[in-house]
C-alpha cells in the first residue's frame, strides 16, 4: 500500500516537472511565434484571395479607383471584394435636388474620390409618389434610369443630372452604383436612403450659386421676377448665411442687408463676425428674403430655397499670373460647341486674345475633352461647370467677377461670333505688311485704350449676320472660310469691357454691361473692326438651337413671343422645320473679307491646311 503511494508521488513531480519546463519562458516564446507566423501566413492567403497581386491590375493607383468603381479593365476579383463592402466605404450622399423641366439636378457631396469617369457605373433611382415606405425604409419596387452626366462642380459638390421619370413615380431621384447588392444606411440595393430626407427645389424659385467679392456676396436667384435692364429697389430684400451645422438643422443664422439687386444678381453685406475672414465665409450655406406685397403693402418675408455656397474670390481652377494682367481675355456660354470651339479659339488667340473662360451650360458633346486638349496646347483654357439653365446675364456677371483679377479687358461673346479688321486705314499701313490686320491685332487695340484713356471701359462692336451662303453641309474649312454671304445691314453690337468698371449691380443686357460713374463706352467705327456673327448657319447646325436659349429675357424658339425680334430667325415660326430655300436664305450681301484674311494669314505653306485642319488631319 505504501509502495503505490509512493510511486503516485513521484508520477505526481515528474508530470509537475514536466508542467513547469513547458510553461517556461523559452518554450513560451517558441509557442508564440509558431502562433504568429501561422497568423501571418493566413492573412497573406486571405489577401492573396481578394487582390491578385500576380494580376495586371494591381497597381497603387488602382486602390483608390477600385473605390470609385473599377473600370471593365480591372480584375474582376477586386472589383467583387469592394463590391462587397463599398456601400459601407462610399455612400453617395446627395445635399440638395433642383426639378428642371427636363431633368432632375442633384448636387452630391464631393468626397474627392467622385469622378467623371465613374458615370457609367451610376444609376438613377425613383420611388413610387403613393407607396408607403415599410419600416426598414424600403419601397419595394422602383425604376432604375442611367444617368444623364456627372461633372465636378465647385470645391464642396460635384452635379449628377438625371432624366424625368414617368408621371408615376416621384421626381425625388437617388442615386446608387450600378450592379450593386448591398445595403448603404439601412437602406436595400445600395441606396443611401438618408438622401430620401433631402429637399428638393423647382429651378423657379431658388438661390443657386454665391461668390465672394471683398467685403461682399454676390447671390444669384430664381424667382425673383425683377425687370429686364433694370436696377431694383433691394430694400425689400435680405440676405441669410447658414453657419454651423446648416446642413443638418437647416437654419440660417445671421441675417445682413441686401445692397443692390438686378435681374437675378443680388449683392450681399457680409455679418460683421466674417468681415475680413475669408477662409470662414467660403462654403457657407447663403440665401434671400424677399418682402412680398398685396395691395402696395408688405406681406409677408419669405425665404427663397438654396443650393448656393459661397466660393471663394480666387475660384476653382483659377490661373494666377505673377507678371500682372492679361491684357486681353474672353468669356462664354456654351452648350454643345464642340465641333465649333477650337476655330473659335485658335483664331481669336492669333489675334492676341491671352485668357479664355469657358461657361459650360449642360454640354454633352465631349466639349470638356477639346477644352482640356487646347489647354495642353498652350492656349490657356479653363472650363466652368454651369448649370443653371437660361442665365446668360448671371452668368455673363458671374465670370466678370471671376475674371477681374486676371484680366484688363475681357470680350464677351459667342462661339458663332469673329472679329474681323476690314481694311488697313493709310495711317496704319505702315504698321501691316499687307492690306488685312496682323497678328495681335485685337489685343493691340485693347492696349491702345488702356494707355490713351482710363474713362473708356466699354468698346462696341457692330455684327453682321451671315446666313448658310448656299451651302447644304458644314463647311470643311471652317466657318470662317465657308460662309460668306450675309444681311446687308448690321444688328446689335458686342462688348469689350473692363472689369474693374462695371457697376456694382454687375448688371447686363445681352452682351454689354452696365458701366460706374464716370466711364464711357465707344462705338468702333465699322472701318475699324467688326464681328462676323454666324448666326445662320447649314440646316443641321441651325437646328439644334431649337432645343432651348441661353439668354434669361430671350424666348425659347418654340415660344410665340418677340417672332419679329432680331433674337429670332426671320419668317421660320416656331418648328424645327427645315424651309425649301434654307441654304438661299439671309444672302444680301457677298462678304469674303475675313476668308481671305484667314487664307492670306493661317494658312500653313507647308500643307496647306488651317490650324484647326491640321489637327483634324493629326486625329484621322
Known sequence: MSSTSDQRRKRKRILRQSDSSLLSLPHLLSVRSLVLCFS?????????RTVPFASSAFHPVLVVSSLS?????????GAQSVQDFDSFLYPLRIENRVLFPDHVLLLVKNDGLLKKSVVDELECVYFGRTVLSTSNGSSGDFPVLKVLSFDEYDEFRSVVRCPLPSVNYSADANLRWSGRNGVSGGGEKG???DNRRVNSCSWENVAYAAALDGGTVVVFVKGLNLRADRESDPSQFSCHFGLGKWETNGRYVLRTKALTAAQEVVRCSLPRTLM?????VKGIRV???ATHYFHARAHKHVLIPSVAKVSGSGFEGQKKRMAG?????VCTMVWNQASAIREWIMYHSWLGVERWFIYDNNSDDGIDEVILELDLENY??????WPWIKTQEAGFSHCALRARAECEWVSFMDVDEYFYFPYSPPRHQRFRKSSYAGQNSLRALVANFSSSSRTIAEIRTTCHSFGPSGLNSPPSQGVTVGYTCRLQSPERHKSIVRPDALDTTLLNVVHHFHLKKGFRYINLPQSTAIINHYKYQVWEVFRAKFYRRVATYVADWQENQNEGSRDRAPGLGTEAIEPPDWPQRFCEVWDTGLRDCVLSNLVDLSTGLLPWERHS???D
Request: glycine residues 2%; aromatic residues 14%; contains cysteine.
Open 617 to 619: 488631319a493629326l486625329s
Open 69 to 77: 468603381l473599377l473600370s471593365s479593365s480591372s480584375s474582376s476579383t
Open 287 to 289: 440665401t434671400i428674403g
Open 380 to 385: 490657356n483654357v479653363t472650363r466652368h461647370v
Open 325 to 329: 494682367k492679361y491684357e486681353l481675355c
Open 40 to 48: 501571418f501566413f493566413t492573412f497573406l492567403y486571405l489577401l492573396s
Open 276 to 280: 475680413n475672414k475669408p477662409d470662414k
Open 191 to 193: 441606396l443611401w436612403l
